[in-house]
């Protein structure tokens, strides 16, 4: 998907969120975004959604949420997630905390089941753990309130259900587009997702 938005001439970055909590995460973004000469277009999958939604900088013009979370002001990433994906959550104990990811065994089931086999046994070990604290953490005033916001609904998503990402993006006031995608649709339809993108940065 990088590559598509460069051909576009859109100097597309992947952010390697902390993912250590809500608001630090927020934090670091909106750093990054500020670090930039120009206006920016914040783009969150997942628990990316809510750390976009958090993010105040004021240079960032635009949000694009693919399959994500949009909390409004005191929800949590946790409370917008389906039970079947709470079910799956795995805690690890480490140094900085307790650390949550996806069961490998329900990860294709739940997240990438418009992949082939090898690529989502490959993205379930490679998943990158949050601190459950981050998914519990209450949102602050979105950032959707003021700015225009752009949903890709992914609608056999499993994770994140396609009725609750609709639900975020009208009370957002978002334009939406929807994909015969699951919750990995970043990795099934990156075309399409890149279009998204590079539409809300034209």
């Known amino acids: 998907m990088i590559t598509v938005l460069r051909r576009a001439g859109i100097d597309a970055v992947a ?17 990054l975004a500020r670090s930039v000469d120009g206006p920016v277009v914040l783009a969150g999958h997942d628990y990316g959604g809510a750390v976009i939604t958090a993010s105040a900088a ?9 399959a994500a979370l949009a909390p409004a002001e005191g929800e949590t990433s946790v409370g917008l997630l389906e039970p079947q994906a709470l ?16 069961r490998r065994d329900r990860y ?10 090898e690529d989502a046994l490959t993205a379930a070990a490679t998943q990158r753990p949050v601190l459950a604290n981050a998914l519990g953490e209450a949102a602050p005033a979105p950032t959707w309130g003021r700015l225009p916001s752009w949903f890709v609904v992914a609608r056999r998503d499993r994770l ?3 009725e609750r990402q609709r639900a975020m ?14 919750h990995n649709v970043p990795r099934s339809k990156p ?12």
Request: hydrophobic share 55%.
């Open 15 to 31: 952010v390697a969120t902390p993912l250590a909590g809500l608001q630090s995460d927020a934090t670091y973004v909106a750093s």
């Open 58 to 66: 004021a240079n960032v013009v635009g949000l694009v949420y693919v």
């Open 87 to 102: 079910e799956a959550l795995w805690p690890v104990v480490v140094s900085r905390g307790v650390e949550a990811i996806l």
């Open 108 to 117: 294709r089931d739940l997240v990438a089941g418009d992949l082939p086999l």
């Open 160 to 162: 994140v259900a396609p």
């Open 169 to 182: 993006a009208v009370r957002a006031g978002g334009e939406v587009v929807e994909l015969d995608a699951s």
């Open 191 to 202: 075309d399409d997702v890149a279009e998204v993108i590079a539409r809300a940065a034209g």
